[in-house]
Nanobody, 119 residues
């Protein structure tokens, strides 16, 4: 089982920056893809950004150009650099990792970290 521990959330003013981190218990090379979702109260969890094992990236339109996802394989840590933050970015952010285990695609989630952007 893959364990994911997130950190880096907090309160920031609009226009500011935060960097989220997600430390994985597994070596990155065993993971299929990783990424970040966010979820507002009463709403579905939505993809923010994802990165594959080959380092291809994908971003939601709402964050493209402002957020950057990247990984440090040596530290088995995933990052989300969040710049030019807006109040509408306020959400709980969840890290995920997908891995092939026993021929099945398994998805693991972190505990979530709160990001609050004030105007």
């Amino acid at each position: 089982q893959v364990q994911l521990v997130e950190s880096g959330g907090g309160l920031v003013q609009a226009g500011g920056s935060l960097r989220l981190s997600c430390a994985a218990s597994e070596n990155f090379f065993s993971l299929n893809s990783m990424g970040w979702y966010h979820q507002a109260p009463g709403k579905k969890r939505e993809l923010v950004a994802a990165i594959t094992g080959g380092s291809s990236t994908n971003y939601a339109d709402s964050v493209n150009g402002r957020f950057t996802i990247y990984r440090d394989n040596a530290k088995s840590t995933l990052y989300l650099q969040m710049d030019s933050l807006k109040p509408e970015d306020t959400n709980v952010y969840y890290c995920y990792a997908s891995v092939i285990q026993g021929g099945l695609l398994m998805i693991y989630w972190g505990q979530g970290t709160q990001v609050t952007v004030c105007s």
